[in-house]
């Protein structure tokens, strides 16, 4: 139990409805953020932490979440302004907006959806894709009876709608979200278009170098920048690593438009801390 976001919830938030809530689902760890859009200083993080890493126990992390939300009651017993879930899934594809039922091209990609499993489609006006990705089903029932209203969508969907509304280069620019989750997020975009979105389990700045190197290898043309972020504390030594095969690899430059949130800022996972700076998107599960 966090008691801190207890007492948060309950003494320091007297209009929770004007507080948007975002919940950030990983196997390793839940993470809680609270904004408010209207007041400076008004972003809080919190951390609840598995008490084992669950990964690729679906049923045991179920037991995990359900747990760790119970714990801490003020967050599904207060009328919030909006509620965002951030997932991170196993199996997800993006195709282009305009393509008719996704259903039957993630089928095409991967074969038929695993047992106990449901798929999940978020439709993006910008970048204009259509995402389908593999949920557990039963998790999929906890967040929607558990988080009414809620904008279910892929983590890495946030970071993907940023970096594209961000890039006017006509040369692919990649960005690499290298995380202390011990994943790496990697987006291509380029002249406002998305290019590719992916995600891999990274432990070290070798691994993470291998993933975005390959991500840069099937782009058209090779991407003129990289920039590099995350909360990782070797993603220094991963910049070094890809400046060895690459001319120009820079730390992302903080948003703006998040600089008068908070203190905590620089120590949220980008994905995360991005997400208000997104418009809401309706996911639909088949």
């Known amino acids: 139990m966090n008691q801190l976001l207890n007492d948060y919830i309950s003494n320091l938030l007297p209009h929770p409805e004007l507080v948007k809530l975002f919940v950030r689902l990983s196997p390793k760890a839940t993470h809680i953020m609270l904004f408010n859009p209207f007041e400076e200083q008004s972003l809080a993080h919190f951390t609840l932490n598995n008490e084992s890493d669950v990964s690729g126990n679906s049923r045991q992390y179920l037991k995990t979440l359900e747990k760790s939300i119970y714990n801490h009651p003020g967050l599904i017993e207060k009328q919030w302004s909006s509620i965002t879930l951030l997932v991170d899934y196993t199996r997800f594809a993006l195709f282009p907006a305009e393509l008719p ?82 994943s790496i997020e ?56 890809l400046r060895r095969f690459h001319g120009y690899v820079m730390p992302l430059v903080f948003p703006a438009e998040m600089h008068r949130a908070g203190a905590e800022v620089g120590t949220i996972e980008f994905d995360l801390l991005i997400s208000p700076l997104i418009s809401p998107q309706p996911s639909n599960p088949s």
């Open 101 to 182: 039922n996704p259903y039957q091209l993630f089928q095409a990609t991967y074969g038929e959806a695993s047992p106990g499993t449901a798929l999940l489609v978020n439709k993006f006006t910008s970048p204009e894709v259509s995402v389908v990705a593999e949920i557990d089903s039963a998790l999929l029932n906890f967040l929607r009876r558990t988080f009414v209203n809620a904008e279910i969508m892929p983590a890495i969907m946030p970071m993907a709608t940023y970096c594209v509304s961000k890039c006017n280069t006509a040369a692919p620019v990649i960005t690499a979200n290298f995380s202390l989750l011990g």
């Open 186 to 241: 990697i987006i291509s975009a380029a002249g406002g278009r998305l290019l590719q979105a992916t995600r891999f389990e990274a432990a070290t700045p070798d691994d993470a170098a291998f993933y975005t190197l390959s991500a840069s290898a099937v782009l058209p043309e090779a991407p003129g920048e990289i920039y590099i972020t995350g909360t990782s504390p070797q993603r220094n030594e991963l910049m070094s690593i």
